[in-house]
């Protein structure tokens, strides 16, 4: 059973996808794979039952995600009959954009956010849902639930609507929208007790398990395909590791666990001295980058 | 780990639970701890931030990274010397860390043994007082601080009105920096006295003074060796006791309905989260605005039916009758019914930059009902500090006041300290669609609920309440080639981009159609334009913002659909440009043909111009682009209160 702190979160968050789908046009889900996406699709489930969830998913594809994140994604959504939409920005591809050369932050902000405008735009989206949590970072904890940008789709902290109570105001013009986040009052730790108590599939690099990786400064970098770029003479090395937040392969760093069930993750995390963002190469280039990369458009 | 097979079937079946007891249930069992929310505020430099980083710190929520982080911004933004900055936990923007301030509301999250805890820290400059509200809306427990070397200022009082208006029951009078003036009791003792005083005028049930120095963690988490006179509770002890039970756990069954649940024919059901009381199978219920009353079949969720659902859980409600219920609708038990009403009072906090002005349209939310409003009248504001109430016409932003609000339908509502779920409402701009007040319901006024009832006739009036706007003739009469439709074209399209409803009469929509038979003599024209102004009449009738552009040279005819029109409704605009310049221009080609005498009674060649004599706009062109003479229109608009 769901503990009583579970269930007000849950009722919370079931509130306000459930105003989403009331109040918008056209609303999308932003599904990214992880572990809170997971949480987030599975709230919207319950929310609408017995209906299904009256928006599709999209997922901003970098192509440098884990292989097991893709066949993970494409399975969760056929066994549970939603349509879902892949977008990849083509003009990044076809500008030779990749990790490596192009470094984490150029990256991040044309396949990831340029990305997401670009689909947004594309199908004409005015809500869109993210798994984001205020306890993940500092200018998450300024952000509302309801958080609007502009035609441009930036986010003006200064600029914030109050909002007072529950009273959402969801009023957008033309070519504005809202983004979303249902999960926003959770933690990290509710995440995993609700995973686990809900028994919500996840991607199997949450788990513990023997990896190919490499040491590149303080992180582990697992070698997920042939496109890994090693060093000269350097050779992956297996390692029992797990990952506390997924996203594009290179730039995701390994921690090393024996947690190969979500309880064993679960205890882990009830010990745990380390943020789970410390692992996400793209926020360590310098204070308060979040809130740049927000103001250009990132979830 | 579950299959995604296995998954998909469980979620379909919904039994997600059926597992046995592990340590990790053990965990679970453990998070049944009660939650509290509380919110930090005061005047600026208080030591807000800094409490909240303080309690992040004792309760062990910083994790190892984070700390590096923060020394190093300690080092770099830091307000406390070599020493580190707690504030820097909580004040995540730029622009905050570079000011050495709070900017907008944060919510941060700890637990400890015995409660969880979502603690707001709010801004303590009066600029960001609506962010302090926000806050203040999503509490249970309200800490304010003061600066023990300052005592209670201004803006302490502020918070504590604020605090109380919005049912804050408990406040925490944290006299902090106690370190900064040698402990001193009797300094502790005076602010205490001086608040207390100020707030007997004020709704709380108990305030409880805990001399605190955030920065050195007195009286925090762990007792001070340093206020030995001290023998209460510390802040952290004191938030995992306070009861917070209060009488809104007795309210009445109410439920908004939030979305109508329809997957096939054989299933209408009305979600929504039950917002107080609770509601069982069997019992009748009624909805509020109609007056229908039926039956609870069934209370569906996911994880199975429920025989009774309670305050706070999201469910899905199907009713044994067909009742026409839509989003908004508010269920409620027959016998214990919320007001229904279209004019009430209420206490309003305005947070726009632009002043509130009684008369203009706003959007008002409550529940889950959306619907045009207008502050009818400012029956006072309050000066907080001396607690008077003031004559005012209108409301500057952080002012409150208690105003009279009319809506253009009747909504349910209950008194705001009665029920803050229905009560509870905010104004938003209907152009900008800013959110520019907050506010809390008194009271319905008596003269409203006879007046709902005999709001069924749709008439001009009604018709134009829907679409929130004053119908009127934009009137532009000038010589050909004056720039009538240039004008008149501006003008509509930033009436459209405001929401107003419009509509162009110009020869290319008339004289194709309802016109084709009417030439250009004299008897013609003065023909065109009786009918051009009897539909303008009609159109008006239907609520529209009429924009006609036609030379319509005389006077008697221009005079003729005035008469038809209520006063204020036809507005003549003279759009003066000399024939010199109209020749010059000749967009048409009207006057070289003319001249040629290809064209016969030409306005201002062969047939007379009467120039008007008294219309309510004259704009001389001469030297101005459309867009320009086009503002001079929606000035006057504005001046009339007919557009914003």
Known sequence: MLSEHLKRLEAESIYIIREVAAEFRNPVMLYSIGKDSGVMLHLAMKAFYPSKPPFPLLHVDTTWKFRDMITFRDNLAASLGLELIVHVNQEGIDRGINPFDSGSSLHTRVMKTEGLKQALDKYGFDAAFGGARRDEEKSRAKERIFSFRGANHGWDPKNQRPELWRLYNTRVHQNESIRVFPLSNWTELDIWLYTLAENIPIVPLYLAAERPVVRRGESLIMVDDERMRLNDGERPVMKKVRFRSLGCYPLSGAVKSDADTVEAVVQEMMTTRTSERQGRLIDTDEAASMERKKREGYF | ?644
Not at chain 2, 232 to 241: A, K, M, N, Q, S
Not at chain 2, 459 to 470: F, H, P, Y
Not at chain 2, 480 to 500: N, T
């Open chain 2, 1 to 644: 780990m579950t299959s995604l097979r296995l998954y998909s079937e469980a979620l379909f079946r919904g039994n997600l639970h059926a597992k046995e007891e592990t340590i990790v249930e053990r965990m679970l069992a453990d998070q049944n701890k009660s939650f509290l929310r509380f919110l930090t505020c005061g005047s600026v430099d208080d030591g807000k931030s800094t409490l909240i980083g303080r309690l992040l710190f004792e309760s062990q929520r910083i994790y190892e990274d984070q700390l590096v982080t923060l020394e190093s911004d300690s080092r770099r933004f830091g307000t406390t010397g070599d020493e580190i900055d707690y504030a820097l936990l909580v004040d995540g923007l730029d622009d905050e860390r570079q000011q050495g301030i709070t900017i907008d509301v944060a919510y941060r999250f700890f637990t400890t043994s015995v409660r969880a805890f979502m603690v707001a820290d709010t801004p303590g400059h009066e600029q960001y007082t609506r962010n302090m509200a926000t806050g203040a809306s999503n509490s249970d427990v309200a800490i304010l601080l003061i600066d023990a070397r300052k005592g209670v200022l201004p803006q302490t009082k502020r918070h504590a009105v604020i605090c109380s208006l919005l049912g804050i029951r408990h406040i925490v009078l944290a006299v902090n920096k106690i370190d900064l003036v040698g402990y001193d009791r009797a300094i502790f003792d005076q602010i205490v006295a001086d608040f207390s005083s100020f707030a007997s005028q004020l709704s709380f049930a108990s305030i409880m003074p805990i001399p605190i120095s955030a920065r050195y963690g007195d009286n925090v988490v762990t007792p001070s060796d340093n206020i030995s006179w001290y023998q209460g509770v510390t802040l952290l002890r004191y938030l995992e006791t306070i009861d917070i039970k209060s009488h809104h756990e007795a309210a009445p069954f109410r439920m908004a309905v939030q979305w109508v649940n329809r997957p096939n024919l054989d299933f209408r059901g009305y979600s929504g989260t039950v917002a107080s009381g609770a509601v069982t199978v069997g019992d009748k219920i009624a909805v509020a605005e109609s007056g229908r009353a039926s039956t609870v079949k069934s209370l569906v969720t996911f994880d199975g039916n429920l025989d009774q659902a309670r305050a706070g859980e999201a469910v899905t409600i199907t009713l044994t009758d067909e009742v026409d219920i839509a989003r908004g609708d508010v269920l409620c038990p027959p016998d214990d019914r919320p007001s229904v009403a279209d004019q009430f009072s209420a206490h309003l906090l305005w947070m726009s930059e632009d002043a509130l002005l009684p008369g203009r349209q706003y959007l008002l939310r409550v529940g889950m009902r959306l619907v045009p409003a207008t502050i009818t009248s400012i029956k006072h504001k309050l000066d907080i500090e001396r607690f008077e109430h003031l004559a005012a016409t209108q409301l500057s932003m952080n002012e409150i006041a208690v105003c009279n609000l009319s809506t253009a339908s009747p909504i349910a509502f209950d008194a705001y300290k009665d029920n803050p779920e229905t009560g509870g409402f905010i104004l938003i701009d209907r152009f900008t669609n800013a959110t520019v007040a907050v506010g809390m319901i008194d009271f319905a006024l008596r003269r409203a609920t006879n007046i709902h009832q005999q709001h069924t006739t749709v008439d001009q009036e009604a018709r134009a309440r829907i679409k929130s706007q004053k119908p009127c003739v934009l009137w532009f009469t000038g010589l050909s080639g004056s720039g009538k439709s240039s004008i008149s074209d501006v003008v509509e399209k930033r009436l459209h981009a405001r929401g107003y409803h419009t509509y162009g009469l110009d020869g290319d929509n008339v004289r194709h159609g309802l016109n084709r038979d009417l030439g250009f003599t004299d008897a013609d024209r003065v023909e065109n334009v009786r009918r051009i102004g009897e539909v303008s009449r009609l159109f008006v009738d239907a609520g529209l913002i009429v924009l006609c552009s036609f030379i319509s040279p005389f006077e008697a005819e221009r005079r003729m659909i005035r008469e038809r029109m209520k006063e204020d409704e036809f507005i003549e605009i003279f759009v003066d440009t000399p024939i010199e310049e109209c020749m010059r221009r000749d967009p048409k080609g009207l006057y070289a043909k003319a001249q040629r005498g290809e064209i016969k009674n030409f306005t201002g060649f062969d047939s007379p111009y009467e120039t008007p004599s008294a219309p309510e706009l004259h704009l001389r062109t001469t030297g101005k682009s459309a867009e320009e003479l086009a503002d001079e229109v929606l000035g006057y608009l504005r001046m009339k209160s007919i557009a914003i």
